[in-house]
């Protein structure tokens, strides 16, 4: 393949460490969730959390009642209170976790269904693993913020204001003690909590970084065992897991002392208010049963103040993956359903002026013409990377050119509708991709209607490769690995060929499929492709000296362009540059 790398497009690489509230919600109401859970869980929580705040009341009547007839009512009501309250918080914590799970599945669906709707260029620049991460780490990241971070920070809002408002009520001397704490809490707490957020940017790119080159080692673990590259990939996984472990451990380091110091700074605070209430108590200016009361109060107010620290730092850590999910949605993708569908039997395709490049500045074609009439067998021959394999990719409009036009009976291929076109063309390569799974998956793949076995083994036939298929246990049913790992390269090839029979297609593209295989692979599959190739407009990349020979029109490709085109015999007699090629090719 000709395929070159190219710089990843120009992305929003900023970490600017403020949350885009903006981009948030906007990323969330793209997933059209189920507002209902939400505000009825969060209302849930606030009653639950009201119930909570009254229980300290109620318990200031009971301790001050104390030596007297016990309050039974009363102590029954506090007991109601605690179960209902318990009740109502289980409720709406199902709820909101139910309302996560829904926004993250929607997520995911809308990621995987614009993924598979990337252009092939994008695939080129970014690795597999890093696109699985956007689609499961980041994601995950993003239902905590919204099912577990949101709501706790809410309903503990609401209980810390709660509370502080109801003990200025009672004692405003004693909370303001309380209250002269919050500032220094909050300069103690800051920096460690924007540090948090910035190790939480650095550990979701190493994640990605790291899942895109274990995926990309293990699906080529064939290439590592051959070319006994086990220790230079264990070193360079090494590497990958010391950085995300020294991550982890600046994460950690920050995660716990950002507790201890918010514990520290709120003991210090319960230890000053209780030594103030003792005093109080023995003056005689406050009762015991307040006492208590307040105490009880400043205990609501302990957590719900860690909960909140906690939101800020989860909600640093959740801007990273916010931002590379709206960056993966904003890709273009490609435009499947516009245009207009036609079919293209007995119409001439062409490439009339092509010129294209990867990236800026390295031309693969330039001034590409070719003419392919309907039911005749047009081949391409020439060097290895002289841009042969690109002509493909550009047939198949995974790729647009710079300049000039792809036609077929005359009009441009960009204003077919895609999936049409691609519907009416067969591809069979050098090395034809398998998916895993069963045969029938794999004949049937991406077909939109169903099979029935009689046409199966019918196309099976046609590819020579009935005879594999029914000596395997399962027949059509038979499991062949990842990536196709159970099957020979010669077997894959003619399933490969059966599927395109099964498509139909009016235009066949053939990366000559024999170029690889052993003599006696090779001639059954030749066999198959000869039949494929009646009555269909065919292009071949050539490999073989018989397929230049019976093609009806070569072009010779060198460096991008067209050095000449004609028969076998008009392009040795006429053209230098063909003649010594084949005689190197082919030694002849």
Known sequence: MERRMVAPRTAKQRRTGK???????????QTKPKYWQLWVGLTLGLIATG??????????????GLGHAMNKPLLIGVVILFVV????SAVSGALLGFFGENVVARLRRNLWQKLVRLRVSYFDNVKTGEMTSRLVNDTMQIKNLLANSFPQMVTSLFQLVGALVIMLLMDWRMTAIMFSAVPLMMLVMWPI????????????????AFSGETDETLSEIRLVKSSNAEGYETQTGTQQIQDLYRIGLREAIYDAIASPVMTATMLAVFVGVLAYAAVRVSAGTMSMGTMFSFMMYLFQIIGPAGTLARFFTDLSKANGSTERVRELLSEPEEALSEGTAQSVSDATLAMEHVDFAYEDGQPILHDVNFEAKPNTVVAFAGPSGGGKSTIFGLLERYYQPQSGQVTIGGADVRDFNLS?????????SQDSAIMAG????????GANRDFTDSELWHVLKLASADGFVAK???????????????VSGGQRQRLAIARAFLRDPKILLLDEATASLDSESEAMVQQALTELMKGRTTLIIAHRLSTIVDADNI??????????NGTHHELMASLPLYRDYVKIQFKE
């Open 19 to 29: 949350f885009d509230f903006k981009g948030f919600l906007h990323l969330i109401r």
């Open 438 to 445: 069963t045969i029938r998956h794999n004949l049937t793949y």
């Open 472 to 486: 395997m246990t399962d027949g059509l049913d038979t499991q062949v690995g990842e990536r196709g790992v159970k």
């Open 420 to 428: 049409d076109w691609r519907s009416q063309i067969g591809y069979v």
């Open 555 to 564: 072009y010779f490709i060198e460096d991008g362009h067209v050095s000449g």
């Open 85 to 88: 309250s318990a009740a109502v």
């Open 193 to 208: 909590m924007r540090q948090s957020g910035k190790i939480g940017h650095q550990r979701q790119d190493a994640m990605a």
């Open 51 to 64: 119930a909570q705040l009254a229980v300290p009341k109620f318990a200031q009547s009971l301790i001050n």
